[in-house]
């Protein structure tokens, strides 16, 4: 699998652009703010329906400009035209081969992709929203119950701190209505939950190779998941936390509290990692997603590694260099501010690759 070719209207700093990339690696060069990471965005979006760093498209389409459009042509085991049109807050459409989606969620998982930027440091050292963001950009790639079950969730709990919310303001209680929400959670936060166990069962033996590859086994890691469901089940615990809830006006317990633990040499990592530490961690992280997917889609997803170097240590860099040069990869996107360092990647690479410079939303061969 991977992406022959892709356009650009009014994406990001891109007013138009056409490029052809490479089946195997692709290395884009260009200073700081000049379009390298929204490329990377823009295939992101055609694979995932969304971007990897805005929330709403009002913060993705040109400055001046009402709509943007993506289109890619991939190879999976035929040719598929993805297009992606949308005016934001407004209407927003992803075809394959010319043909709607009914819902954008049904696009999830066909194109299997990792995404790798310099702020995936917050996994490590932000709250838990952005490790369960993690798990979830993996498992709903994998698995399409998964994502509506989450979305059925999300949902629910909207709308039972909604009431919490209106309790509060105006003083009264239903007894009857909370009871339901509670038992409505309950069926797609067990599958969440027990997906969430599946992917770290088989997410941690993966990541322990990877980070053991690019430090040379200097540390030993470990990437807990942890969840109140492991104690009680859902209703139950919605019911003991009650009073807690109407007093907080939101909902206190479930699997939008569910976290991931990182230790290094079995010490907090967001309290003793140095920054190469921190880098290698992230990037096994990411790595470990790539493999999962791999094994589990049985195609190789697409990898973009944005300003991947960033504060590496040599040693470090070079380990990761060798890795992605020799390991199991398929179609593999690299930004650096260096073009030197991309030298250095291509001569020791046998594979097809091509090389691109980022000036002002331009990009050049």
Same mark, same amino acid.
Not at 45 to 64: A, E, I, P, R
Not at 72 to 90: R, T, W, Y
Not at 207 to 212: I, L, S
């Given at each position: 699998?991977?992406?022959?070719?892709?356009?650009?209207?009014?994406?990001?700093?891109?007013?138009?652009?056409?490029?052809?990339?490479?089946?195997?690696?692709?290395?884009?060069?260009?200073?700081?703010?000049?379009?390298?990471?929204?490329?990377?965005?823009?295939?992101?979006?055609?694979?995932?329906?969304?971007?990897?760093?805005?929330?709403?498209?009002?913060?993705?389409?040109?400055?001046?400009?009402?709509?943007?459009?993506?289109?890619?042509?991939?190879?999976?085991?035929?040719?598929?035209?993805?297009?992606?049109?949308?005016?934001?807050?407004?209407?927003?459409?992803?075809?394959?081969?010319?043909?709607?989606?009914?819902?954008?969620?049904?696009?999830?998982?066909?194109?299997?992709?990792?995404?790798?930027?310099?702020?995936?440091?917050?996994?490590?050292?932000?709250?838990?929203?952005?490790?369960?963001?993690?798990?979830?950009?993996?498992?709903?790639?994998?698995?399409?119950?998964?994502?509506?079950?989450?979305?059925?969730?999300?949902?629910?709990?909207?709308?039972?701190? +909604?009431?919490?919310?209106?309790?509060?303001?105006?003083?009264?209680?239903? @007894?009857?209505?909370?009871?339901?929400?509670?038992?409505?959670?309950?069926?797609?936060?067990?599958?969440?939950?027990?997906?969430?166990?599946?992917?770290?069962?088989?997410? @941690?033996?993966?990541?322990?190779?990877?980070?053991?590859?690019?430090?040379?086994? +200097?540390?030993?890691?470990?990437?807990?998941?942890?969840?109140?469901?492991?104690?009680?089940?859902?209703?139950?615990?919605?019911?003991?936390?009650?009073?807690?809830?109407?007093?907080?006006?939101?909902?206190?317990?479930?699997?939008?509290?569910?976290?991931?633990?990182?230790?290094?040499?079995?010490?907090?990592?967001?309290?003793?990692?140095?920054?190469?530490?921190?880098?290698?961690?992230?990037?096994?992280?990411?790595?470990?997603?790539?493999?999962?997917?791999?094994?589990?889609? @049985?195609?190789?997803?697409?990898?973009?590694?944005?300003?991947?170097?960033?504060?590496?240590?040599?040693?470090?860099?070079?380990?990761?260099?060798?890795?992605?040069?020799?390991?199991?990869?398929?179609?593999?996107?690299?930004?650096?501010?260096?073009?030197?360092?991309?030298?250095?990647?291509?001569?020791?690479?046998?594979?097809?690759?091509?090389?691109?410079?980022?000036?002002?939303?331009?990009?050049?061969?």
């Amino acid at each position: 699998m991977y992406l022959k070719q892709i356009k650009l209207t009014n994406f990001r700093n891109y007013a138009f652009q056409s490029i052809g990339f490479s089946e195997r690696l692709n290395l884009i060069s260009g200073l700081n703010g000049m379009g390298k990471t929204n490329l990377l965005d823009a295939v992101y979006y055609l694979c995932m329906g969304k971007s990897h760093f805005q929330s709403t498209d009002k913060n993705v389409v040109k400055k001046g400009e009402a709509f943007f459009r993506l289109e890619g042509d991939f190879l999976l085991e035929k040719d598929e035209k993805i297009v992606a049109k949308v005016v934001p807050s407004e209407q927003k459409t992803i075809e394959r081969n010319n043909t709607p989606y009914p819902r954008i969620s049904e696009h999830v998982g066909l194109l299997p992709i990792v995404f790798m930027a310099p702020d995936d440091t917050a996994l490590a050292l932000e709250g838990s929203e952005e490790r369960r963001r993690f798990m979830d950009n993996s498992l709903c790639q994998l698995d399409q119950q998964y994502l509506e079950s989450l979305v059925a969730y999300n949902k629910l709990l909207e709308k039972r701190n +909604a009431i919490l919310r209106q309790f509060a303001a105006h003083g009264g209680f239903n @007894q009857v209505l909370i009871e339901t929400y509670n038992h409505q959670l309950t069926e797609p936060a067990t599958y969440v939950f027990e997906k969430r166990k599946w992917f770290n069962s088989l997410f @941690q033996p993966l990541f322990n190779h990877f980070y053991a590859s690019i430090s040379q086994e +200097a540390e030993p890691v470990e990437c807990n998941y942890r969840s109140q469901l492991y104690d009680s089940g859902l209703e139950h615990l919605l019911t003991n936390s009650l009073e807690k809830d109407r007093q907080l006006q939101r909902t206190s317990c479930g699997i939008h509290r569910d976290d991931l633990a990182f230790h290094l040499k079995n010490l907090p990592l967001k309290r003793f990692a140095s920054q190469g530490q921190l880098k290698s961690f992230v990037i096994s992280m990411k790595l470990a997603q790539y493999e999962l997917l791999r094994q589990h889609k @049985q195609k190789l997803p697409i990898l973009l590694l944005d300003d991947l170097f960033d504060k590496l240590d040599d040693r470090r860099a070079s380990q990761l260099i060798e890795l992605l040069v020799n390991g199991d990869f398929g179609q593999v996107f690299i930004t650096d501010t260096h073009p030197e360092r991309a030298a250095e990647m291509t001569s020791s690479f046998n594979g097809d690759y091509k090389k691109f410079m980022v000036e002002n939303g331009v990009v050049l061969e």
